[in-house]
Every structure is written in structure tokens, then in C-alpha cells.
């Protein structure tokens, strides 16, 4: 069974640039997770989506991060404009369901200079 | 509350020996307790998880101790091996959704 895909792996972007995230979750998996993972920290929760509705996005910032999951599968996550404290690595995850074990994808790591 | 706090950060331990890592929480409607294990460049993966209706669950050499009363859990590594070297995360949630994560502890196994 293929696991979460994302990508790309690594991004170095200037402070204001944008940049895009790309997530494929497991096959069949209903939900669907963004996670910011800074240095020397755990994951923190962004955004939970359910099919292709939001289950909580209150992690969010919503005034520079948006994120989409619109035919209920692959999802993207955007910050726009970037900061620097937005350095982290951004970890997918899904499972089937809201209560089912979450599996990881190897995250995207973004330097913000 | 939403915290759950992990200690320690970093942990060294000889081959063989017991690696122990706690962890504290404070909402007590957390009613899922999982443990990650992370290598450099990999995201988390599932290690072993706890319902509160049990004290103890053991998978192998790794084991969960769980103190309701206390707001306490703690992972157990027994024999550790240099292939456990890695980070290790608690996290705790209601339900297995919106985990709240612990923040890490660097496992070091020395051959």
C-alpha cells in the first residue's frame, strides 16, 4: 500500500514569496491533516479536513496560510506572503476516518531567507 | 489546556539498557494516547498507542505506562537497540484527531 506522498521535499523562498504544498493521501482515506512542524518541536495541528470539508481549521492563519481539498482527495496547502517564522517542515497525514490512526508523509521543508 | 508536556529532551542510553520517556498532560478529556517515533527525514510513525481504560499496553520491547490520576504517561524501551535511535513524541488527543504533540525527545542508543 503507498503511503502519503508530498511535495516537493524542500523549498528555499524569499520573505513575501508564496509557495504551494502538495499532499496525496492513502487510498480511501476519508481525512485528511496539515501540520507545521518547527525545529527541535512536535507537529502542530493547521487544518483537518473531512472529504473535502473542513473539520477545524482553528490553527490556522488564516491571513497568510490557506489550504484546499476539493474533490476529496489530493490537497494543497499556500502561504502567501511567506514569513520567516514560517521555516518548518509541513507534514500531511490522513486516515480513514476521524478516529483511525494517522499515517505521516515525509513533509516538505521550507526555508524562508 | 492543551498541552502535554515531554521530558526529557535528549536521552542517551547504552545497548541493552531501558530508554524511559515521560509525558503530562492536563485536559482530561484526552482519551488517546499515542507515541511516534520520527527519523531524520521521515514523518512520524505510529509506535504504540493507549486508551485510558488500561494502565498498561505492551507491544513488544516497548511498552506504555499510563497514570490517569496523575495526568502521566511514560513509553519504556526495553533492550534498546542502536536501530531505536531516533525522536520520540507523545501526543494526546480526544479521539484519535487534532493530536497534540509532546516536544521530542532525541533518543541516542550507544552500540
Known amino acids: 500500500e503507498a503511503g502519503v506522498a508530498q511535495s516537493p521535499r524542500y523549498k528555499i523562498i524569499e520573505k513575501r514569496q508564496s509557495v504551494a504544498f502538495w499532499c496525496n493521501p492513502i487510498?480511501?482515506?476519508?481525512?485528511l491533516y496539515w501540520y507545521q512542524q518547527i525545529l527541535g518541536q512536535g507537529p502542530k495541528l493547521l487544518i483537518q479536513f473531512q472529504n473535502n470539508g473542513v473539520v477545524d481549521d482553528s490553527q490556522l492563519p488564516k491571513d497568510r496560510f490557506s489550504a484546499e481539498r476539493l474533490k476529496g482527495v489530493d490537497s494543497t496547502l499556500k502561504i502567501q506572503p511567506a514569513k520567516l517564522e514560517d521555516s518548518a517542515v509541513y507534514l500531511c497525514a490522513s486516515s480513514l476516518g476521524n478516529y483511525n490512526e494517522q499515517f505521516f508523509g515525509p513533509g516538505t521543508r521550507l526555508t524562508v531567507l | 489546556q492543551q498541552q502535554v508536556k515531554q521530558s526529557p529532551q535528549s536521552l542517551i542510553v547504552q545497548k541493552g539498557g531501558i530508554s524511559i520517556i515521560n509525558c503530562a498532560y492536563e485536559n482530561t478529556a484526552f482519551d488517546y494516547f499515542p507515541w511516534y517515533q520520527q527519523f531524520p527525514g521521515k514523518g512520524p510513525a505510529l509506535l504504540i498507542a493507549?486508551?485510558?481504560?488500561?494502565s498498561e499496553k505492551k507491544e513488544g520491547r516497548f511498552t506504555i505506562s499510563f497514570n490517569k490520576s496523575a495526568k502521566q504517561f511514560s513509553l519504556h524501551i526495553m533492550d534498546s537497540q542502536p536501530g531505536d535511535s531516533a525522536t520520540y513524541f507523545c501526543a494526546a488527543s480526544k479521539g484519535a484527531q487534532k493530536l497534540v504533540f509532546g516536544q521530542g525527545t532525541r533518543l541516542t542508543i550507544n552500540p
Open positions: 493507549i486508551r485510558p481504560d488500561v
Open positions: 487510498s480511501g482515506h476519508a481525512t
